[in-house]
């Protein structure tokens, strides 16, 4: 089984800094595009950053200048260093990968993954 996991996120003042991380498990050939999305209370879920499997990147204009997104492909993990937060960040944050893999019959698989969702909190 394949799966993505997601930690790091938390209750933040304005201003402040927090840092996602999202490691992808299980039988993995490699990982092609990885993710950040965010989708607040009443709101659709809209991308954050992205990164190909040869680092290059892509921001929402909201958090260009603040955020980074890196990949450690050695460790199959994405993250997402967020500065400058503010309270409009608030939102449940989710990984996004395309993954390749071997199934359990020993075939690749090339698959689409969410992650859990971690909260980001962004108050005084």
């Known amino acids: 089984q394949v799966q993505l996991v997601e930690s790091g996120g938390g209750l933040v003042q304005p201003g402040g800094s927090l840092r996602l991380s999202c490691a992808a498990s299980?039988?993995?050939?490699?990982?092609?595009?990885m993710g950040w999305y965010r989708q607040a209370p009443g709101k659709q879920r809209e991308l954050v950053a992205s990164i190909t499997s040869s680092s290059r990147t892509n921001y929402a204009d909201s958090v260009k200048g603040r955020f980074t997104i890196s990949r450690d492909n050695a460790k199959n993990t994405v993250y997402l260093q967020m500065n400058s937060l503010k309270p409009e960040d608030t939102a449940v944050y989710y990984c996004?990968?395309?993954?390749?893999?071997?199934?359990?019959?020993?075939?690749?698989?090339?698959?689409?993954?969410w992650g859990q969702g971690t909260q980001v909190t962004v108050s005084s």
């Open positions: 299980g039988s993995i050939v490699s990982i092609n595009g």
């Open positions: 996004n990968a395309e993954v390749i893999y071997y199934s359990s019959s020993g075939s690749r698989r090339l698959s689409g993954l």
